[in-house]
């Protein structure tokens, strides 16, 4: 039954809920979740989960600290599972972000745990920035079936790579590309030329179109209205603040008429690059000639690596 603006959303969209807060994410009935370090930062600083973060170092105190930090991380995850039907994102080390092989290993090490503790593969994805570096990960990882989903994702170029790999999943973020615009001094009226909004569109309908199986998920939502307009994506994933606003809006119709309109969505950049051959070179050439992308990835990886620094400081401090 349709009775809210989120049931209206379900319908046409796969609902992902984007937190670690696994003792309050059941209510919203969304089919996958997904963590960032970040996010477990969130969570382990409210005291709700101070006993659950004591019984995880207990268990693993002949851990180093590093270590007993992933474990935290995959229990964090494995919780999730628990009140959700579908996969769950755990996100490697960002500290590692610009190391393939080293990704690739952290991502191991979360498989092998996640093994360890019955939880299905199919039931994880692993998150990997999508540097350069990152994408190779991804790719020697879904050879062995190890699903990933690529994040911190902001430019054309870095979707492309994505596909071009054979990733399962790609992450574009909505809402820190629009900050930057806004911090530069850009306005828009409506959601539909929020800069954010339109690079996902864009790469969505471009996706469609090449009939690439990798999933398109939005991700870093600032409004129910930049979510409203990005209804029929194949995933979006949201904040519990912003899923229980929209419990409290009305059902909305006609969600999706903007993926019918696939010229009005079209992006210069894919136009451009119909012929441009995936490699290193092009790949940091071209992300370098964005300097939204380009600031974005880097803020975002060292964010994320300062917060997995805390994380394994938290462990510590209960050792
Ligand atoms: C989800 O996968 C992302 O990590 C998350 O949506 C980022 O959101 P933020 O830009 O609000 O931090």
């Not at 170092?57 to 474990?71: G, M, P, Q, T, V």
């Not at 409506?190 to 199986?213: A, E, L, N, Q, T």
């Not at 600032?222 to 949201?238: E, N």
């Amino acid at each position: 039954m349709t009775e809210n603006a989120l049931d209206s959303l379900r319908n046409v969209t796969k609902i992902v809920v984007d937190s670690s807060d696994f003792k309050s994410i059941a209510r919203f009935n969304s089919i996958d979740a997904t963590t960032n370090p970040s996010l477990l930062i969130k969570s382990i600083s409210d005291v709700e989960y101070k006993g659950f973060i004591k019984q995880v170092s207990s268990k693993y105190f002949n851990l180093c600290s590093k270590d007993i930090a992933r474990e935290l991380v995959i229990s964090f995850a494995e919780e999730i599972l628990k009140v959700i039907t579908g996969r769950v994102s755990i996100e490697v080390d960002p500290a590692v972000a610009f190391n393939t092989k080293r990704t690739e290993l952290e991502a191991l090490k979360i498989v092998e745990s996640c093994v360890a503790r019955d939880i299905p593969l199919e039931r994880i994805l692993i998150k990997i920035p999508a540097t350069w570096e990152g994408i190779l990960a991804a790719k020697k990882l879904e050879k062995k079936n190890i699903r990933c989903n690529l994040t911190l994702m902001f430019s054309e170029i870095q979707a492309l790579t994505c596909a071009d790999a054979g990733v399962t999943l790609i992450s574009p973020f909505v809402g820190r590309i629009s900050d930057w615009w806004k911090k530069k001094g850009l306005k828009w009226e409506s959601s539909c030329d929020d800069p954010g909004v339109k690079f996902v569109r864009s790469v969505f309908i471009h996706f469609k179109k090449k009939k690439y199986p990798t999933e398109v998920m939005a991700a870093s939502f600032r409004s129910v209205d930049q979510i409203f307009s990005l209804a029929g994506l194949d995933l979006l994933t949201i904040s519990p603040n912003l899923l229980s606003n929209m419990m409290k809006l009305p059902p909305k119709k006609n969600l999706i008429n903007w993926t019918k309109n696939a010229d009005g969505q079209k992006s210069q950049f894919f136009e451009k690059n119909q012929t441009t051959i995936i490699n290193q070179v092009n790949f940091l050439k071209i992300l370098a000639s964005n300097e939204m992308a380009n600031q974005k990835l880097i803020e975002g990886i060292n964010i994320f690596k300062k917060d997995g620094q805390k994380l394994i400081f938290a462990v510590d401090n209960e050792s």
